[in-house]
């Protein structure tokens, strides 16, 4: 990303450089789009490096991988908690060691498998030009993720996130190297709880709706944090436990009743990043409005 002379819409201005290629992706299109997990498609898993590549590909802005930890200290991309879905294991994938977990292959049914469980620092060290949301990661910051983390000098294309009321944004506090950070929010008052850390390189801010009345799906959040400087992200998906994006405004009602029903609807109420499954559908659409 060429990130000369890029406006500062996001963050505070003394972190301008590292939050350069963020703001670049944000100045160039009407909204960005984050592909969940990356964009696995046919043959190409998720958390995989592939699956990132391909975000590349299909024109989305931002891939997400989740991370764990082995117990001997290596970190893999899997979402834990999904073993019995994409390795056919009951095994608690967070019970092995690193050697293990390079054992462990992808598969649908017997005699199938689609690559191994990957490393991060695989997937860090081959990724494309592209900025990458680090999930589930905050479990480790305190005890050396940050740290290991530092190697890579990526901190202009990582953003990590956290849930704020757990208290995991002082490990991003202390650090040194001020990678870019997005809280996760359930109501309007979490926003105090990390906001005004001048320490903390604070560039938006994930509104996470538990619950179908959600306090979230109201333009006047959405206005408020983005006079704080910071983007608004919203998830768009479906994942079958009963939380769908905003009120309903999600991916499947995207696809089935058109992109304004849900897309367009998350745009209205001033989302700037859409999280999604589908991210070249999404992309259509963006091509469309823009």
Same mark, same amino acid.
């Given at each position: 990303?060429?990130?000369?002379?890029?406006?500062?819409?996001?963050?505070?201005?003394?972190?301008?450089?590292?939050?350069?290629?963020?703001?670049?992706?944000?100045?160039?299109?009407?909204?960005?789009?984050?592909?969940?997990?990356?964009?696995?498609?046919?043959?190409?898993?998720? !958390?995989?490096?592939? @699956?990132?590549?391909?975000?590349?590909?299909?024109?989305?802005?931002?891939?997400?991988?989740?991370?764990?930890?082995?117990?001997?200290?290596?970190?893999?991309?899997?979402?834990?908690?999904?073993?019995?879905?994409?390795?056919?294991?009951?095994?608690?994938?967070?019970?092995?060691?690193?050697?293990?977990?390079?054992?462990?292959?992808?598969?649908?049914?017997?005699?199938?498998?689609?690559?191994?469980?990957?490393?991060?620092?695989?997937?860090? @060290?081959?990724?494309?030009?592209?900025?990458? !949301?680090?999930?589930?990661?905050?479990?480790?910051?305190?005890?050396?993720?940050?740290?290991?983390?530092?190697?890579?000098?990526?901190?202009?294309?990582?953003?990590?996130?956290?849930?704020?009321?757990?208290?995991?944004?002082?490990?991003?506090?202390?650090?040194?190297?001020?990678?870019?950070?997005?809280?996760?929010?359930? !109501?309007?008052?979490?926003?105090?709880?990390?906001?005004?850390?001048?320490?903390?390189?604070?560039?938006?801010?994930?509104?996470?709706?538990?619950?179908?009345?959600?306090?979230?799906?109201?333009?006047?959040?959405?206005?408020?944090?983005?006079?704080?400087?910071?983007?608004?992200?919203?998830?768009?998906?479906?994942?079958?436990?009963?939380?769908?994006?905003?009120?309903?405004?999600?991916?499947?009602? @995207?696809?089935?009743?058109?992109?304004?029903?849900?897309?367009?609807?998350?745009?209205?109420?001033?989302?700037?990043?859409?999280?999604?499954?589908?991210?070249?559908?999404?992309?259509?659409?963006?091509?469309?409005? @823009?």
């Amino acid at each position: 990303m060429n990130t000369a002379a890029t406006p500062i819409r996001f963050g505070r201005e003394q972190y301008a450089q590292i939050n350069a290629n963020l703001n670049q992706a944000c100045a160039r299109s009407p909204f960005v789009i984050a592909a969940h997990r990356g964009t696995p498609r046919g043959d190409i898993r998720e !958390n995989t490096l592939n @699956s990132v590549l391909a975000t590349k590909q299909v024109n989305a802005d931002i891939a997400e991988i989740d991370v764990i930890r082995s117990t001997d200290g290596e970190y893999f991309a899997f979402h834990d908690g999904t073993e019995m879905a994409r390795l056919r294991i009951t095994d608690d994938i967070l019970s092995k060691t690193a050697a293990e977990l390079d054992e462990l292959r992808y598969t649908e049914y017997p005699g199938a498998y689609y690559g191994n469980v990957e490393r991060v620092a695989h997937i860090l @060290s081959n990724a494309p030009d592209i900025l990458i !949301n680090i999930d589930r990661s905050w479990r480790y910051w305190g005890s050396g993720f940050l740290d290991w983390l530092d190697q890579f000098h990526l901190e202009s294309k990582l953003i990590l996130k956290c849930p704020v009321t757990g208290g995991f944004q002082q490990a991003l506090h202390d650090h040194d190297v001020k990678y870019m950070f997005m809280g996760m929010i359930q !109501n309007p008052d979490e926003l105090d709880l990390f906001v005004d850390d001048e320490q903390i390189n604070t560039v938006g801010v994930e509104l996470v709706a538990t619950t179908e009345d959600t306090p979230l799906a109201d333009p006047a959040i959405f206005n408020r944090i983005n006079e704080l400087g910071l983007y608004t992200f919203v998830n768009a998906l479906d994942l079958g436990n009963g939380y769908c994006g905003l009120k309903g405004m999600d991916d499947t009602r @995207s696809i089935l009743e058109g992109p304004q029903a849900g897309w367009g609807a998350l745009l209205a109420l001033g989302t700037d990043v859409i999280q999604t499954d589908w991210p070249e559908k999404l992309d259509e659409y963006r091509r469309a409005i @823009s």
